[in-house]
């Protein structure tokens, strides 16, 4: 979750509307809780998170700071499981979009650049390497960072599909036996620009710049232009008998 996704999340508007049964805690509601409510349960939520980590994070702290009485969050998110999920899920509600340069060198670095330019804050960088820390002392958390990134990088395929479409990747030419091009897999493609530098944010714990930005926007140009990021053919149709290593 970049700087910039937080602080969008605060403008992200609920639906309308009152559903027949209460929602089950930590999931997306339709209607019923306001954006302004939402918006503080997670500000208090991260906030605790990054003061307290996620053993020291109570329904009790995210009442106080949140001005919300602690019986509406444990009737409407269940425990603090259900908060730190549903932080996730309100951040998956705004309407961010990748960079659109016009040329995919461009856009893999304009992508690079916000990862570092978003977490350039200690404040933002803090609070999201308390969330990855929550991920691995609960399953939910875990869950829904999973949901967050998989729709994050989701979206930052248009990158891979505009590139295609201007002529300026194209997948690995067929193997024997195979009519098709090799195709991109694009969402190990997005990954790969942002990979290195959450290595240095968030586990190494080295600073990041936008020499470094630029580095990783480079290698990933490289390696996709190589052919790297095509998907794997499966071994049945690269033998063409189904039965790889055997004589016909």
Same mark, same amino acid.
């Given at each position: ?9 605060? &403008?992200?508007?609920? %639906? !309308? ?9 930590g999931?997306?509601? *339709? ?17 605790g ?11 009790? $702290?995210v009442?106080?700071?949140? %001005? ?7 009737r ?10 549903? =932080? /996730? ?9 990748? *960079?659109d340069?016009?040329?995919f060198?461009?856009?893999? #670095?304009? /992508? ?6 978003s977490? =350039? ?8 390497s ?6 691995f002392q ?8 999973? +949901? $967050?990134?998989?729709? #994050?990088?989701? #979206?930052? @395929? ?5 590139a295609v479409?201007?002529? @300026? ?12 091009? =090799?195709?991109?897999?694009? &969402?190990?493609?997005?990954? !790969?620009? !942002?990979?290195? /530098? ?8 080295? *600073? ?7 580095? =990783?926007?480079? +290698?990933t140009?490289?390696? +996709?232009?190589? &052919?790297?990021?095509?998907? @794997?053919? *499966? ?7 189904? !039965?790889?290593?055997?004589? %016909?």
């Open positions: 979750m970049t700087g910039e996704d937080e602080k969008k999340q605060a &403008g992200a508007e609920p %639906g !309308s509307g009152t559903p027949a049964t209460a929602p089950t805690p999931t997306r509601r *339709p209607g019923g809780r306001t954006a302004r409510t939402r918006a503080a349960v997670r500000d208090a939520v991260l906030t998170l990054t003061e307290h980590g996620y053993p020291g994070l109570t329904v009790e $702290y009442a106080e700071h949140s %001005g919300v009485h602690k019986t509406t969050l444990y409407r998110w269940g425990d603090v499981e259900g908060l730190v999920a549903d =932080a /996730l899920d309100l951040a998956g509600e705004d309407t961010w979009t990748p *960079p340069t016009g040329s060198e461009g856009d893999l #670095r304009a /992508l690079a650049h916000e990862v570092v330019a977490f =350039a804050d200690p404040a933002v960088a803090a609070s999201g308390a969330i990855i820390a929550a991920a609960s399953e939910r958390a875990a869950a829904a960072l999973r +949901a $967050y990134y998989t729709e #994050r990088f989701a #979206r930052c @395929e248009a990158i891979v599909e505009r479409d201007r002529g @300026e990747l194209t997948g690995r030419e067929p193997l024997p036996g195979s009519p098709e091009e =090799a195709a991109i897999d694009a &969402g190990a493609l997005v990954r !790969s620009v !942002s990979a290195p /530098l959450f290595f240095r944010l968030f586990i190494s714990r080295e *600073p990041v710049d936008a020499a470094l930005a630029d580095q =990783a926007a480079a +290698a140009l490289a390696a +996709a232009r190589a &052919g790297v990021f095509t998907a @794997e053919q *499966p071994a049945a149709a690269a033998s063409g008998d189904g !039965s790889p290593g055997t004589a %016909g």
